[in-house]
């Protein structure tokens, strides 16, 4: 096996591994949730890529190549790992957005390399912290991730209704300013993050909140109200960023009780200065 880094002029060799992690992610439940046809994944996770690197002070790819199952010594890619700049607590960190290896390549330390790789570089960058956010359910994963330093950091919860009819049929639409205040009022920060997503069904934006205060008490009927006017809005893929337990207990209750699935954990592990 070898290692290739660059950049975008990779992006074209990415496609084949990543719907290998889509499949796998498909293999494991998906966290409960539905999603797109396969063929539509790759075109939406290619522009989340090009926005990461248009996005973020430093992004960087690493390719790795290594002989195919024929023995005929042709040098394809098995694996890639994506990663950026961002910060996090006031803290530098690196995320590592995508760690993809083919099924026959998993099991042989490729995924333990690549993940060595992009956070030496980051270490070297002088960056503090490492990032990883990992499917629900991904067990094997999120047990790799583990193994490697990595501590649980945040969940989030994920609801995604499409409308029973259309957009704007009998609906109240609410400006995003007036989203934000009704947000803030129940408690949340409020983001709006493109979409659709590249693996769940999901609109052409989505709603982000995150509880100012996590211990606090909601009752899923104020959940419920909040969710509604997002729904209205068309902003019917609703993602919610919470503590890990112990924390948050009330509002992770509720959150299962009105439909929402665990979708993503983060993890974080403090990198060698």
């Known amino acids: 096996m070898r290692i290739e880094f660059g950049g975008g002029e990779l992006f074209d060799e990415l496609r084949p591994l990543w719907e290998a992690l889509f499949d796998h992610h498909v293999s494991v439940g998906a966290a409960g949730l539905a999603t797109i ?3 539509q994944s790759w075109p939406l996770r290619a522009a989340h890529y090009e926005r990461i690197f248009a996005g973020h002070p430093w992004a960087g790819v690493w390719l790795a190549r290594g002989d195919d199952a024929s023995g005929s010594g042709a040098d394809r890619p098995i694996g890639y790992a994506l990663a950026f700049e961002t910060e996090l607590d006031f803290r530098a960190a690196t995320v590592l957005e995508t760690l993809s290896l083919l099924p026959e390549a998993r099991g042989t330390g490729a995924g ?5 790789l992009v956070f030496e570089e980051a270490a070297g960058r002088g960056a503090e912290l490492g990032i990883i956010d990992v499917m629900g359910g991904n067990d094997r ?8 330093g990595h501590l649980p950091y945040s969940e989030t919860w994920m609801r995604s209704t499409p409308p029973a009819q259309e957009p704007g049929a009998g609906r109240v639409t609410f400006l995003d300013g007036s989203l934000v205040k009704l947000a803030a009022r129940s408690g949340f920060d409020l983001e709006f993050l493109p979409g659709p997503d590249d693996t769940w069904v999901s609109p052409d934006r989505l709603a982000l909140l995150t509880p100012v205060e996590a211990e606090s008490a909601w009752t899923i009927r104020e959940l419920e109200l909040l969710f509604a006017a997002l729904q209205s809005s068309g902003l019917w ?6 503590p890990v337990p112990p924390r948050a207990a ?3 209750e509720a959150l299962a009780a009105a439909g929402f699935r665990l979708a993503l954990e983060r993890l974080v ?4 200065g």
């Not at 592990?269 to 060698?272: E, I, N, P, T």
């Open 250 to 252: 009330p509002l992770r």
């Open 269 to 272: 592990r403090q990198l060698a």
């Open 112 to 116: 333990s390399e690549l993940m060595r």
């Open 237 to 242: 893929t609703i993602l919610v960023e919470i």
């Open 37 to 39: 046809p396969r063929e």
């Open 141 to 148: 994963a999120k047990a790799l991730y583990l193994r490697s």
